[in-house]
Nanobody
């Protein structure tokens, strides 16, 4: 399964971005993770195949929304009210379990999100 994430960019604090991840095939649970410079990769959000079960990191709850369109083979992450601490490379992942990064066998190449203050 080859994943491709895109949609990152530079935005001012308080702004928004929508990330997309092309995910062909039946990918099961999917998630977004991020890694800031000098920090470990961290969980952002996950969604079940059906789209009915989602999970979020506390730091993004109420600001980010994960969704998927299985017919279009695409995963999304709507990011609102962005903060400078959201600056990171964002990765999409497939086939794993909720926030356990080590359980995801498939990863996209990452897309840079930079939030200026």
């Amino acid at each position: 399964v080859q994943l491709q994430a895109f949609g990152g960019g530079v935005v001012q604090a308080g702004g928004f971005l929508r990330l997309s991840c092309a995910a062909p095939g039946r990918t099961g649970n999917m998630g977004w993770f991020r890694q800031a410079p000098g920090k470990e990769r961290e969980f952002v959000a996950s969604i079940a195949w059906s789209g009915g079960l989602t999970s979020y990191a506390d730091s993004v709850k109420g600001r980010f929304t994960i969704s998927r369109d299985n017919a279009a083979n695409t995963l999304y992450l709507q990011m609102n009210n962005l903060k400078p601490e959201d600056t990171a490379v964002y990765y999409c992942a497939a086939g794993g379990r909720e926030y356990y990064a080590s359980t995801y066998p498939y990863w996209g190449q990452g897309t840079q999100v930079t939030v200026s203050s």
